[in-house]
């Protein structure tokens, strides 16, 4: 079972520009996680956000959880062509296991 | 962090054998570890639940006795895809909580690749 949406399904930007994701979910959570993924590679953690956060930073990511609207969102700013990628959030409750978005596959041209 | 491996990385296999991956806590005691499968393009689907001791809980659509996990310590769970056919050819991952962590931060092996010729 998937716990959500991802939308864009699939986004092209330049170098340079920001890139914002958007992640729905249909139940209440405890967090919600971003992970990256390259082409048939395994996951990188990108940032976990509590449920009690309305919003997170690292780096050039930040993530915003709006808990009454079951959403989250990823910017990533001054993108990179390295931040081509596979895009997924999850979340899960108390316990229990990620439950993962469909992603968002994104591109980057230099 | 907390470190999770898999083994093997990569496995080709014909159709008909039976292949084992392995998923380790390396650093911290996992009671609990979850099985992923994704197929190309494809997000990450749960499997099952791994729970040491007892019988891992499977997701609905997933046949258990095709994929026999076995979570003989709390540092080891098995995935066996007994029979395996060309459709299971997919990236298998798994991931463990830190147990006792309260928001429950997952950590994830790097996959096992399975091509079932």
């Known amino acids: 079972s998937q716990q959500g949406e991802e939308d864009p399904q699939a986004l092209s930007i330049q170098e340079g520009e920001n890139a914002t994701m958007n992640c729905s979910y249909k139940?209440?959570?405890?967090?919600l996680q971003w992970y990256r993924q390259n082409s048939g590679r395994g996951l990188v953690h990108l940032i976990l956000?509590?449920?009690?956060?309305r919003e997170k930073h690292s780096g050039r990511l930040r993530v915003t959880l709006d808990t009454s609207k079951k959403s989250s969102s990823l910017l990533i700013t001054a993108s990179r062509a390295a931040d081509t990628a596979s895009y997924f959030c999850?979340?899960?409750?108390?316990?229990?296991?990620?439950?993962f978005g469909k992603g968002t596959t994104l591109s980057v041209s230099s | 962090g907390a470190v999770v491996s898999q083994h093997p990385s990569r496995v080709i296999c014909k159709s008909g054998t039976s292949v084992k991956i392995e998923c380790r806590s390396l650093d911290f005691q996992a009671t609990t570890m979850f099985w992923y499968r994704q197929f190309p393009k494809q997000s990450l689907m749960l499997m099952a639940t791994?729970?040491?001791?007892?019988?891992?809980?499977?997701e609905q659509g997933v046949e258990k006795d095709k994929f026999l996990i076995n979570h003989a310590s709390l540092t080891l769970s098995t995935l066996t895809v007994t029979s395996a056919h060309p459709e299971d050819s997919s990236f298998y991952i798994c991931?463990?909580?830190?147990?006792?962590?309260?928001?429950?931060?997952?950590?994830f092996g790097p996959g096992t690749r399975l091509t079932v010729l």
């Open positions: 139940t209440s959570i405890n967090n």
């Open positions: 791994s729970n040491e001791g007892s019988k891992a809980t499977y």
């Open positions: 999850a979340s899960n409750q108390a316990g229990t296991a990620l439950i």
């Open positions: 956000i509590r449920s009690n956060e």
């Open positions: 991931s463990a909580p830190l147990a006792g962590d309260l928001y429950n931060e997952q950590f």
